[in-house]
């Protein structure tokens, strides 16, 4: 009889490490296919004629998708280090694609193509070009732009104001900030206006305070017949970056000069963002966590938790036994932040012989 029930202690044993090793090969896969840079609403578009190849038409989708993902995570001045990269190059990063609404009009085939690069590839690639990406992160801030007229000596807050009709009517589908101007207020505008000679100085907190946001650039723009100069006051993630942009020989009247002046700011604001939430790759903390294994629960938790941290280069399970799993984790900055993400996301950490273990 002792011989049975050892043998059927052994065998529940058995079971569960099937059911575990299981259970750790479910979510090594999920893992992998979560790790990705995904590129959407790609319009590729070709001449259907005798010599037409469509794969030389997705080629020239994935360039575009490589590029703008590059728009997405670089700032510009790194975007511009990256000049030559062959197509083979950015296939061998590419893990899957998606061609939809295909269609041949008056003999042109046009199509959306949707591309998944592997994250993993591409951040070791930017590591090779010496570019630290960052963490593509959408945000809503409140954009101020004031015109103020030297030769007239007046200012636009809304009306005659070329930056407030037309800051958002051009967005490209990588730009990370999305503006929000102010609404159309009379007081507003007479609290500036009253504040002509010391514009730059003005407390503009009672404004802001009537948007639920905290992030906020100001904008303001002094124009006259021979220059354009624009100073900015960005204040993102609670830091306060001044910046001065000066343009001669442009007429904001003209389209073209216009759009030129609205790109180049816009490329400047993006680029302070992706400064604020920069992976510094060279940093490879290696850190080893222990998690009750029993609990399945937090198991699921924990590992859909470190799959969506940007700043987790890679992570994999070291051992594990019926007590406890353990993983190891390559974190690319310091141990303080990596308490305050997972603090941030419930759990609670303490230390045992350098390993993490969630309580």
Same mark, same amino acid.
């Given at each position: 009889?002792?011989?049975?029930?050892?043998?059927?202690?052994?065998?529940?044993?058995?079971?569960?490490?099937?059911?575990?090793?299981?259970?750790?090969?479910?979510?090594?896969?999920?893992?992998?296919?979560?790790?990705?840079?995904?590129?959407?609403?790609?319009?590729?578009?070709?001449?259907?004629?005798?010599?037409?190849?469509?794969?030389?038409?997705?080629?020239?989708?994935?360039?575009?998708?490589?590029?703008?993902?590059?728009?997405?995570?670089?700032?510009?001045?790194?975007k511009?280090?990256?000049?030559?990269?062959?197509?083979?190059?950015?296939?061998?990063?590419?893990?899957?694609f998606?061609?939809?609404?295909?269609?041949?009009?008056?003999?042109?085939?046009?199509?959306?193509?949707?591309?998944?690069?592997?994250?993993?590839?591409?951040?070791?690639?930017?590591?090779?070009?010496?570019?630290?990406?960052?963490?593509?992160?959408?945000?809503?801030?409140?954009?101020?732009?004031?015109?103020?007229?030297?030769?007239?000596?007046?200012?636009?807050?809304?009306?005659?104001?070329?930056?407030y009709?037309?800051?958002?009517?051009?967005?490209?589908?990588?730009?990370?900030?999305?503006?929000?101007?102010?609404?159309?207020?009379?007081?507003?505008?007479?609290?500036?206006? $009253?504040?002509? =000679?010391? +514009?730059? !100085?003005?407390?503009?907190?009672? @404004?802001?305070?009537?948007? #639920?946001? %905290? /992030? &906020?650039?100001?904008?303001?723009?002094?124009?006259?017949?021979?220059?354009?100069?624009?100073?900015?006051?960005?204040?993102?993630?609670?830091?306060?970056?001044?910046?001065?942009?000066?343009?001669?020989?442009?007429?904001?009247?003209?389209?073209?000069?216009f759009?030129?002046?609205?790109?180049?700011?816009?490329?400047?604001?993006?680029?302070?963002? $992706?400064?604020? =939430?920069? +992976?510094? !790759?060279?940093?490879?903390?290696? @850190?080893?966590?222990?998690? #009750?294994? %029993? /609990? &399945?629960?937090?198991?699921?938790?924990?590992?859909?938790?470190?799959?969506?941290?940007?700043?987790?280069?890679?992570f994999?399970?070291?051992?594990?036994?019926?007590?406890?799993?353990?993983?190891?984790?390559?974190y690319?900055?310091?141990?303080?932040?990596?308490?305050n993400?997972?603090?941030?996301?419930?759990?609670?950490?303490?230390?045992?012989?350098n390993?993490?273990?969630?309580?």
């Open positions: 009889m002792q011989i049975i029930n050892k043998l059927f202690r052994l065998e529940k044993v058995y079971i569960f490490f099937i059911s575990f090793l299981l259970f750790i090969i479910i979510f090594s896969t999920t893992f992998l296919q979560a790790n990705t840079f995904k590129v959407t609403d790609i319009q590729i578009s070709s001449p259907f004629e005798l010599n037409f190849k469509k794969n030389s038409v997705i080629d020239d989708g994935f360039r575009t998708s490589f590029s703008n993902l590059l728009s997405m995570i670089t700032t510009s001045g790194d511009n280090k990256i000049q030559k990269i062959s197509i083979k190059e950015i296939k061998s990063m590419i893990d899957s998606t061609i939809s609404n295909e269609k041949f009009v008056k003999n042109e085939y046009s199509a959306k193509l949707e591309t998944t690069f592997n994250k993993k590839k591409v951040l070791i690639f930017l590591e090779r070009k010496g570019v630290f990406p960052s963490i593509p992160i959408k945000n809503k801030v409140l954009l101020v732009p004031i015109i103020v007229d030297t030769e007239t000596d007046n200012i636009y807050l809304f009306n005659n104001n070329i930056f009709e037309k800051w958002n009517e051009i967005q490209k589908n990588y730009q990370l900030l999305e503006y929000l101007l102010p609404n159309e207020d009379i007081e507003d505008l007479n609290n500036i206006q $009253k504040e002509f =000679n010391s +514009i730059e !100085t003005y407390d503009f907190s009672n @404004l802001v305070k009537k948007y #639920d946001l %905290k /992030d &906020y650039i100001i904008v303001i723009i002094y124009k006259n017949n021979q220059e354009i100069k624009i100073l900015s006051k960005i204040n993102l993630n609670d830091s306060l970056k001044i910046n001065n942009k000066k343009f001669v020989k442009l007429n904001l009247d003209n389209d073209e000069d759009y030129k002046v609205l790109q180049s700011l816009k490329i400047i604001y993006e680029d302070e963002w $992706k400064k604020n =939430n920069e +992976i510094n !790759t060279s940093i490879k903390l290696p @850190l080893t966590i222990s998690v #009750d294994s %029993k /609990d &399945y629960e937090k198991i699921l938790k924990l590992e859909n938790t470190l799959n969506n941290f940007d700043l987790i280069s890679e994999y399970i070291l051992k594990f036994d019926s007590q406890s799993i353990q993983y190891k984790i390559i690319n900055g310091s141990p303080k932040t990596f308490l993400d997972m603090s941030n996301k419930d759990f609670d950490l303490v230390t045992e012989n390993i993490w273990r969630i309580k």
